[in-house]
């Protein structure tokens, strides 16, 4: 199993400037608290701080220099957000732009054009995350069809690119696809459709394209959607879509008690957007932000407050058409589960149970892959944590990863042995 790091959209970083000092302290600071030789860091690099980068090329190879010097290594990169991830309000804004525009595909090949000098001599392998297409309401705002369509075509011509790059450097990069809640790809199911009805195996350059698409699996956003993780690794595997990257991260979950509903409501918080999932498979529902769900809770079933937009994803599932909408019901026991990232090493927090028991499971299961992927914490609302357990200084928030990691790399070496003993 691969060494496991994190990814640092926790510190801001929406320029270079910023994204130095972020360097120089927190996770300068989390690489000396490991006090092991190499720090794997998954840097978060917004489309201005990839323009200043483009513009002066030295400053990535600065910036790689530096992080040696801190005890870090560059070992993938988070092109998810393209704005300031750290602005006051980010909401759906973390969805834009969607795979429909061009901004998106020129900011992605820039970060992959500027990979070389980032990353350390003997690198192999880097991962792009990047979001699933885009959030399900915009994305399909100008038809499905037409939408995946101008998705499709933007990837075959990525892995193109990223194919001529590996040529000319040696530098094997891979852009994967991270499938998140509320999207236009939420699961396994609807990623495996979308390669195999949507993407060509062979770009019209003669690339391999499954070289360099892949997938990136958030476990937080697996829990939500009520997707075990060996459930998901496995459809993967069958389909021939290589799991590139796996980001460890816990989310909430509660039932309609008065309880965790009054829990719930203390981690609405006006930074970040946090659907709400009840129901499996078929009876599955999801409402887009925490006040929605809990509105529902206390007045009924209110269409307006959830997406009822028909989901691209039926251009290319078969069996996504299946999946119609469900009343929520009263029930004071049923699930739902919430997309918050809270820390792994916690079962419980602010009264809730978090979805920590599946981080074991998705080691056991990594270790079950054709491939090694990179892994890393990735817990980014640290400082949004409700007043019960807010994090209040920066170096709680650093001291908070540190035991994350180590928690991470505890249930690593324990699947491993159990697997070694198999």
């Not at 993938?76 to 759906?92: D, L, M, S, T």
């Not at 980032?118 to 705002?141: K, M, N, Y």
């Not at 994967?176 to 195996?201: K, M, R, Y």
Request: some cysteine.
């Amino acid at each position: 199993m691969t060494s496991i790091g994190y990814c640092a959209n926790v510190h801001p970083g929406r320029n270079v400037a910023q994204l130095r000092e972020s360097l120089a302290g927190p996770m300068a600071r989390v690489a000396r608290g490991l006090s092991q030789p190499t720090l794997p860091v998954s840097l978060w690099l917004s489309a201005e701080t990839i323009r200043e980068l483009s513009d002066q090329p030295s400053l990535a190879e600065r910036l790689r220099d530096e992080a040696q010097d801190f005890g870090i290594s560059f070992v993938a990169i988070n092109a998810f957000p393209y704005g300031n991830f750290h602005a006051q309000r980010v909401k759906n804004a973390v969805y834009e732009p969607n795979w429909t525009d061009g901004r998106r595909a020129h900011y992605t090949l820039a970060v992959a054009e500027l990979l070389p000098l980032l990353v350390a001599d003997g690198t192999q392998h880097i991962s792009i995350s990047t979001l699933p297409l885009g959030w399900r309401e915009t994305f399909s705002a100008s038809g499905s069809g037409a939408s995946v369509g101008i998705a499709s075509a933007a990837l075959e011509h990525i892995a193109s690119r990223l194919h001529a790059i590996e040529q000319t450097t040696g530098l094997h990069i891979t852009l994967d696809i991270e499938p998140e809640p509320g999207c236009a790809i939420e699961t396994s199911e609807e990623l495996v459709g979308f390669f195999s009805h949507c993407l060509p195996t062979t770009t019209r350059t003669a690339v391999n394209l499954r070289r360099y698409i892949g997938a990136c699996v958030d476990v937080c956003h697996g829990a939500v959607m009520g997707e075990p993780p060996h459930e998901f690794f496995e459809r993967c595997a069958k389909a021939g879509v290589a799991i590139n990257r796996v980001q460890l991260s816990s989310a909430i979950k509660g039932t309609n008690s008065e309880h965790d509903l009054a829990a719930l409501a203390q981690f609405n918080e006006p930074r970040y957007l946090h659907q709400v999932v009840t129901g499996f498979g078929a009876s599955r529902r999801l409402w887009n932000d925490i006040p929605n769900f809990l509105a529902d809770t206390n007045i009924g079933h209110n269409p307006a407050h959830t997406s009822t937009t028909k989901s691209i994803g039926e251009t290319f599932s078969p069996t996504l058409a299946n999946t119609a909408l469900h009343h929520l019901t009263n029930s004071a026991t049923q699930e739902w589960r919430c997309h918050w990232h809270v820390p792994i090493h916690h079962a419980m927090i602010n009264g809730l149970e978090t979805t920590s028991s599946a981080i074991t499971g998705t080691l056991d299961a990594v270790l079950r892959l054709p491939n090694a992927p990179l892994i890393e914490v990735e817990t980014y609302a640290w400082t949004q944590l409700p007043h019960l357990d807010h994090v209040s200084s920066e170096s709680e928030v650093e001291q908070g990863i540190v035991q994350e990691i180590r928690y991470a790399q505890t249930c690593a070496a324990a699947a491993q042995a159990a697997s070694d003993l198999a």
